[in-house]
């Protein structure tokens, strides 16, 4: 008998029908004997309905009210599920991220997790009960409501499994696993049995949304079995597990890819110590993450500074810039929206450096420009304009070989 975690995302709980067979994948997992800890997401597309909802009202929504408005999309799937359950017979019962005590800081819209309180959960399953879970919210230390960014009910199911010490935290999801590319993209992609999570963390954190970054991080940190596999079709999934235990060593393990970047460049700054941390400041403080930083000296005491942020955060970055051109007498600020991350990720690249070479040359080859490079011992990102995103992904699954099983023998 093993106590599992199972977080069932978006379209897994999409509609009635879908929240029914869930409930006979649970019952089916009860009968074998498990004990089981469900966390939900909202019904796919609910998240972002709300959020157009506010937008609708004010174009900047108080922080704390959004997650009171987004908290509510998962209190229904948790509800909705749970009557499911009753309805096979089970005990069930739901409950919110507040009433498990799940803690986090007080960045409302991104808060971290820091206490899973296990007691009300541990009570309920030791009475035989399913434990449903409300997903991606928590509760503040000032006792407000919080959520933990988009993508986030995974990073609750990880933390939930690593406060309980289950056996193994499942993420059911719409694809079988993870692949070496996004299968959406790439109809060739090869899901992989393992995965490092080394690995993992790159491949999410260069925008492979098939696991929330935090949650990776987690199961790392608190060394949690994961696995990804599919809500609607049978099969073993991919174990995120640690390099010992990989089966397969390829110097490239697959690509990821972002297509929410935006990139901004101040030009003209004079060039000398401070001037970098005085660009960056303002926007540290407005929260805006910061990614892919070039700075080039011209050579005539001036500097160009470029960077990317999230495609959301741009308007602001750009005014934050603007101030900050005024305030050193740098020349001018300019952008551009339309940009993609691409990124081949392996941890057998570090030595290997025909990867960088194969890469540019197959980018040259499709005639896509590639505006910026950025490497680290396991990856290497360039950004090209969005609109060659597609194009740029598969011609590198291509030259990578990555459709190839490495373990089959030729
Ligand atoms: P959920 O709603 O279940 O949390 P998500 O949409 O957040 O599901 O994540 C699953 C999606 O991640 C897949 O449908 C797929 O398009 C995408 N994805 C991106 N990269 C990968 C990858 N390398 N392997 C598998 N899926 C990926
Ligand atoms: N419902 C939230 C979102 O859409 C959290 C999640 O699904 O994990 O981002
Ligand atoms: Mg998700």
């Known amino acids: 008998m093993a106590l599992l975690v199972q977080k069932y995302g978006g379209t897994s709980v999409g509609n009635i029908e879908r929240i029914k067979s869930v409930a006979e994948k649970i019952k089916a997992t009860k009968a074998d004997g498990h004990d089981v800890v469900v966390v939900l997401s909202a019904m796919s597309g609910e998240t972002n309905r709300m959020i157009a909802l506010a937008k609708e009202i004010t174009a900047n929504p108080s922080p704390r009210e959004m997650d009171v408005l987004l908290t509510t999309g998962e209190q229904t799937t948790i509800a909705l599920l749970s009557m499911a359950l009753h309805s096979l017979g089970l005990d069930a ?20 997790i820091l206490d899973v309180e296990t007691k009300n959960i541990k009570e309920h399953l030791k009475l035989g009960r399913v434990v449903v879970v409300a997903g991606f919210q928590g509760r503040s230390e000032t006792n407000e409501i919080t959520t933990l960014g988009r993508g986030g009910s995974d990073t609750s199911a990880v933390a939930i499994a690593a406060a309980l010490k289950a056996d193994e935290c ?11 590319t996004d299968p959406r993209v790439e109809p060739n992609a090869r899901r992989l049995d393992r995965i490092t999570f080394e690995e993992m963390l790159e491949m999410a954190s260069l925008g492979a949304k098939v696991l929330q970054i935090r949650s990776v991080e987690f199961a790392g940190k608190y060394n949690v079995p994961l696995r990804v596999l599919s809500s609607f079709k049978d ?21 990821a890819f972002n297509r929410d970047e935006a990139r901004l460049t101040l030009s003209g700054v004079p060039d000398k110590p401070t001037v970098a941390a005085q660009i960056l400041s303002p926007i540290g403080d407005a929260n805006i993450d910061v990614d892919m930083i070039v700075q080039n000296t011209l050579g005539n005491g001036k500097t160009d500074f470029t960077f990317t942020v999230h495609r959301d955060d741009y308007e602001q970055t750009k005014e934050l810039l603007e101030k900050v051109c005024v305030l050193l007498h740098a ?7 339309e940009i993609a991350k691409v990124s081949v990720v392996g941890v057998g690249m570090w030595n290997h450096p025909g990867v960088a070479k194969t890469m540019f040359e197959t980018l040259g080859q499709e005639g896509i420009n590639m505006h910026q490079i950025a490497t680290s011992e396991i990856k290497i990102s360039v950004l090209v304009d969005s609109k060659y995103l597609e194009l740029a992904v598969r011609a590198l699954h291509k030259a990578f070989k990555l459709a190839d099983d490495p373990t089959e023998e030729k």
């Open 93 to 112: 019962v739901s409950m919110t991220g507040d009433q498990i005590r799940l803690k986090t800081d007080s960045c409302h819209s991104k808060a971290r």
């Open 235 to 255: 099969g073993g999934g991919t174990l995120i597990c640690y390099e010992e235990n990989k089966m397969e060593s390829p110097v490239i393990s697959g690509i």
């Open 331 to 337: 020349d001018n600020v300019q952008g551009n929206k």
């Open 170 to 180: 499942q993420i059911y999801t719409d694809v079988d696993g993870v692949y070496t």
